[in-house]
């Protein structure tokens, strides 16, 4: 049968390059304190994001282009007509937010140099309800062709949860990792969500949606028994979108739960995984540490059975990916083939993942 039927099995390889020409989770806002750099890398490029003194946000190469000092390790200048720069560490050459070098202090009045041609990669940058997003084009002078995605559920004020590991795993093993139906019982088996024995068959409907793929709403199952500190009727709606974004918005009444893992791509294997959590529900008050601690253990769990698999890829075996339990691994990878490809065409994108109802055993 063709690939994506009911029996069919697929042979797949992680690591098969990165996304271009989109956003991706470079911080949270509260990392960008007013007048201060910070370091990230983002598809192996090195960047340094700041907030400069007057609150406007800027991304730069972190590549000084005189003696390649990072530009993360100097400081914010203001002269005299007000412009803000960032001052290289090593010999203060500064640049403004858009990459053009504004000024060379070891240059003398008689030195003619028209220092504004000595540039350094300027990245677009947004900030959007409590994340930082930086735009990762194909080439330098690319520009978004479209705002960051809105999520749903940010309620209750700042994060309740934050929480970051740097799992050794290009993004693609992941992102398939943890978007896996069916290793809950195995490899977050504990009292509070799977225990040994309880695993049954589930249904789940999917569509289509922005970039990505959706679980329609639905009560949760009954064996994921950490949905019963909300108490109610929960419902829950899980959604992936390229390049790597999954959240869980959960409503509980009027209440609301938005769970996001952002996946950012360090380099080829390393990849950058963090955690927040919003509500409006009394539990992440007064349930905060438990409820903190239940997302700690979740995400390492994940971590060391990413790092237990690399020893399996280090002989690059091909991968067995099956029905239905996979299809969501296959959409992933469909939906990059088609981001990459309309790209490259200069085309719309055109969403593969076609509405389908799921079954696996977990």
């Given amino acids: 049968m063709p690939d994506g039927g009911p029996r069919s099995r697929t042979e797949a390889r992680f690591g098969t390059g990165f996304l271009t020409d989109t956003w991706y989770v470079a911080a949270l806002s509260a990392d960008l304190r007013q007048g201060k750099l910070i370091h990230v890398q983002i598809l192996g490029e090195p960047l340094a994001l700041g907030r400069s003194p007057s609150g406007a946000l800027f991304a730069l190469r972190d590549v000084c282009p005189h003696r390649a000092a990072p530009l993360s390790a100097g400081q914010f200048h203001r002269d005299a007509f007000g412009v803000e720069t960032v001052a290289c560490p090593y010999h203060g050459w500064r640049f403004k937010a858009d990459g ?22 300027r990245y677009p940058i947004e900030e959007s309800q409590g994340l930082v997003f930086v735009w990762m084009a194909a080439s330098p002078t690319g520009q978004p062709d479209h705002p960051p995605p809105y999520l749903p559920g940010v309620v209750g004020g700042a994060p ?3 929480d970051r590991m740097v799992f050794d795993a290009h993004i693609d093993q992941a992102v398939v990792g943890l978007m896996d139906p069916a290793h809950g019982p195995y ?14 068959d589930k249904e789940k409907r999917f569509v289509p949606s922005d970039a990505g793929f959706t ?24 959604t992936f979108r390229l390049p790597g974004l999954r959240w869980e918005h959960v409503s509980v009444g009027a209440r609301q739960v938005l769970s996001l893992t952002c996946l950012t791509p360090i380099d080829e294997a390393r990849t950058q995984v963090i955690q927040v959590a919003w509500s409006d529900h009394p539990a992440f008050t007064l349930l905060k540490p438990i409820i ?19 020893e399996g890829l280090k002989r690059s075996p091909a991968l067995i990916w099956i029905d239905d339990a996979d299809r969501q691994a296959k959409w992933y990878q469909a939906l990059k083939r088609e981001w990459a490809q309309s790209r490259r065409e200069g085309r719309p994108f055109h969403n593969p993942v076609q509405p389908a109802t799921l079954r696996w055993r977990s």
């Fill in 215 to 238: 679980m329609v709403r639905h009560a949760p199952s009954k064996n994921s028994r950490a949905y019963a500190i909300l108490g109610g009727k929960p419902e829950t709606e899980i």
């Fill in 160 to 162: 309740k949860l934050v």
């Fill in 100 to 121: 053009a070098c504004a000024a060379i202090p070891s240059l003398t009045a008689d030195q003619e140099l028209d220092v504004s041609r000595i540039r350094v990669r």
């Fill in 187 to 200: 490899v977050h088996r504990q009292w509070w969500w799977r225990t040994a024995g309880s695993e049954h």
């Fill in 292 to 310: 903190g601690a239940m997302a700690r253990t979740f995400l390492r769990q994940d971590a060391d059975m990413v790092k237990l698999q690399n």
